[in-house]
């Protein structure tokens, strides 16, 4: 059993990743973000699902910039670019990456 909500913050400026589950269909990783500014970019090669729990967060995809705040939800297609370009101090947030066929 794991408590999303039993996390340390990480430092400034850093987010810690934590892998909760994982099979062949699908992945659920808790991601705890401190402050991040400019993260990596991504594009992967499975669809994302995720929900912003805590904090705020901004991400910029389709060069859009998308506001989150706590509760909001976001599709991301597989191979979509998109980045993290800041966020709160503890913004947490669950992902959930599934093979998009």
Not at 22 to 39: A, C, F, Y
Not at 76 to 85: D, E, G, R, T
């Amino acid at each position: 059993m794991t408590n999303l909500f039993d996390y340390e913050t990480p430092t400034s400026g850093s987010e810690d990743l934590n892998e909760l589950f994982s099979n062949k269909k699908v992945t659920i990783n808790r991601i705890v973000s401190n402050q991040l500014e400019n993260g990596s970019w991504y594009e992967q090669q499975e669809d994302e699902w995720l929900v912003l729990l805590e904090g705020e967060a901004i991400l910029e995809m389709d060069e859009a910039l998308i506001s989150l705040k706590k509760g909001d939800t976001l599709y991301i297609p597989a191979f979509k670019l998109h980045q993290v370009q800041r966020t709160s101090s503890n913004a947490l947030w669950l992902t959930i990456h599934f093979n998009p066929e």
